[in-house]
């Protein structure tokens, strides 16, 4: 099997709860040595969800994969001094502590850097290091409310979080691309940085691409808000027995689109005959369609969208998943023995490379398991720990 894109990189993990350790199980996935660090009492989320065995909770075991797990008591010298010796052979330190946390230890940047000049130092927070917020604690709830992300899922009504940690995975992906980019900055220049991912801004960037609309061109008198995605007809629509997902974005589309829908008269009707005229007349073109899907059932809808060769798709509760046909083809699921807790199912990282592809090369650690070795690597014995 070819090497993984990052084989030989060693990143030391010293994050907890999500956006950290999704950040660096994507490095692990790729090939990174991930040395996650903990304290006696272990990562809080070991706790959360189904486990067959206390400290390996469901959450935890999605999170951790392809990592080494280190116990350390910080709170004592001869553990951050064991630390210090980590990062010293490494080549990325991962961190979501806050600031004043980080330099009480010794582990801001600019301490670090004077001694290791080739170190990637990678943190995440709720806000940019040296604004007047920038040491505030934040939580993913917290970002989707300050984001506007929570506003515009509510949109027509009381604002709603949406119901996955977006602002934490969206931002651990984040903060693993910028990890990459900065081994490749020091690839070709010899030195290391400071890497920072704010999830207000990086969730604000994330939902304004389309929202921004007329401020993008310094007329907010214009609206804010891409129309289309506010109508309260973009949804799933009702159809006779169910629901069904239906998009279509081009005109040549919606030629074909409205005759399927026993709709033609309403191709030539100038407000939906061309993408600008849609844009401005969306929320009447999208209750039209909804109109017209409560006439029939969702397989025979799907049978004409196929045939007329519009984009549509089944709505799928999460329970559906574990028996899709697609993922089942694909090898979405895969099913892997766990040395202590047993059968698991996993979802390896979907991304596929051709050369230097992903792998699975161990599941989500026990606490502590592998102090005495990664110890060991550096001459230390398990007692400083």
């Not at 984001?147 to 693993?176: Q, Y």
Request: glycine share 10%; net charge negative; proline share 7%.
């Amino acid at each position: 099997m070819a090497a993984a894109a990052l084989d030989g990189v060693r990143v030391i993990d010293t994050t907890n709860n999500v956006l950290g350790p999704l950040a660096t199980q994507l490095l692990g996935d790729m090939g990174a040595d991930v040395i996650k660090i903990e304290p006696p009492q272990g990562d809080p989320i070991r706790k959360i969800g189904p486990s067959r065995t206390p400290g390996m909770g469901s959450y935890f075991l999605n999170l951790n994969r392809n990592k080494r797990s280190v116990v350390l008591d910080l709170k004592r010298p001869a553990a951050q001094q064991a630390l210090l010796a980590l990062i010293g052979r490494a080549d990325v330190l991962v961190l979501n502590m806050r600031a004043v946390a980080a330099a009480r230890l010794g582990l801001d940047y600019p301490t670090l850097r004077e001694r290791f000049p080739r170190l990637i130092h990678a943190a995440a927070g709720g806000f940019r290091p040296g604004s007047r917020l920038g040491d505030r604690p934040a939580f993913d709830d917290m970002i989707q409310g300050m984001s506007g992300m929570a506003a515009l899922n509510g949109t027509g009504g009381a604002p709603r979080f949406v119901p996955t940690v977006l602002a934490d995975k969206l931002c651990g992906h984040a903060l693993a691309y910028a990890v990459v980019c900065a081994l490749l900055h020091r690839e070709r220049s010899g030195a290391g940085q400071a890497v920072h991912v704010p999830m207000l801004d990086t969730m604000i960037a994330f939902a304004m691409v389309e929202h921004l609309w007329g401020a993008t061109i310094g007329e907010p008198a214009r609206g804010l808000g891409y129309p289309r995605m506010l109508t309260p007809h973009r949804r799933p629509y009702a159809t006779k027995d169910g629901y069904l997902c239906v998009i279509a974005s081009t005109d040549d589309q919606w030629e074909r689109l409205l005759p399927a829908i026993g709709r033609a008269e309403l191709a030539s009707d100038p407000r939906f005959a061309r993408l600008e005229q849609r844009s401005e007349n969306i929320d009447a073109l999208y209750g039209v369609l909804a109109e017209a899907m409560r006439e029939r059932g969702t397989a025979e809808w799907q049978r004409r969208l196929d045939a007329a060769d519009i984009p549509n798709g089944p709505v799928n509760d999460i329970a559906d998943l574990l028996d899709d046909d697609y993922l089942r083809e694909v090898g979405f699921f895969e099913a892997w023995q766990h040395p202590t807790e047993g059968g698991l199912t996993v979802m390896p990282t979907p991304t596929s490379l051709s050369g230097s592809p992903p792998v699975v090369r161990r599941l989500a650690p026990t606490l502590g398991e592998h102090t005495r070795e990664v110890l060991a690597e550096i001459g230390l014995d398990e007692g400083v720990a």
